[in-house]
């Protein structure tokens, strides 16, 4: 199988050709939920609707408020862009629970578990991003 698609960031030294490529549904569909989550809205040439933003929210108030906001517009995205997927799970990180592990407070981490339902197969995406 040659591939499906570019991995992104675009890396050189493929088998086949000279980027690594996808090779499974599985990961192209990861790579595809992890850029609508990243991917703000407005970013997306002639789809100004695209997207979650994430980074949108990095300087909210933390707190619940704000991570069901981020959970509504997962959901709402996933709906109307990747309907194949269910989401399982939306988990965050927060700045007291980094603090303990020795890790920097200044990032939004979550983790979406999701399946693939055509697939029938479970994932987890992970997500950090810097808060300032």
């Given at each position: 199988?040659?591939?499906?698609?570019?991995?992104l960031?675009?890396?050189l030294?493929?088998?086949?050709?000279?980027?690594k490529?996808?090779?499974?549904?599985?990961n192209?569909?990861?790579?595809n939920?992890?850029?609508?989550?990243?991917?703000?809205p407005?970013?997306?040439?002639?789809?100004?609707?695209?997207g979650?933003?994430i980074?949108n929210?990095?300087?909210?108030?933390?707190?619940?408020?704000?991570?069901?906001?981020?959970s509504?517009?997962?959901?709402?995205?996933?709906?109307?862009?990747?309907?194949?997927?269910?989401?399982?799970?939306?988990?965050?990180?927060?700045p007291?629970?980094?603090?303990?592990?020795?890790?920097?407070?200044?990032?939004?981490?979550?983790?979406?578990?999701y399946?693939?339902?055509?697939?029938?197969?479970?994932?987890?995406?992970?997500?950090s991003?810097?808060?300032?």
């Amino acid at each position: 199988m040659a591939g499906l698609t570019p991995k992104l960031p675009l890396t050189l030294g493929g088998d086949n050709g000279n980027y690594k490529l996808i090779k499974t549904y599985k990961n192209l569909i990861k790579q595809n939920f992890k850029n609508l989550i990243l991917t703000a809205p407005g970013e997306r040439i002639m789809d100004p609707n695209f997207g979650v933003g994430i980074r949108n929210f990095l300087f909210e108030n933390d707190g619940e408020l704000l991570y069901s906001g981020i959970s509504e517009a997962i959901e709402r995205q996933i709906q109307t862009y990747m309907p194949f997927i269910a989401i399982i799970d939306i988990s965050f990180s927060n700045p007291s629970q980094l603090e303990n592990q020795g890790i920097d407070t200044n990032l939004l981490s979550l983790s979406i578990e999701y399946e693939i339902v055509p697939l029938d197969t479970v994932d987890i995406l992970a997500i950090s991003a810097p808060r300032n």
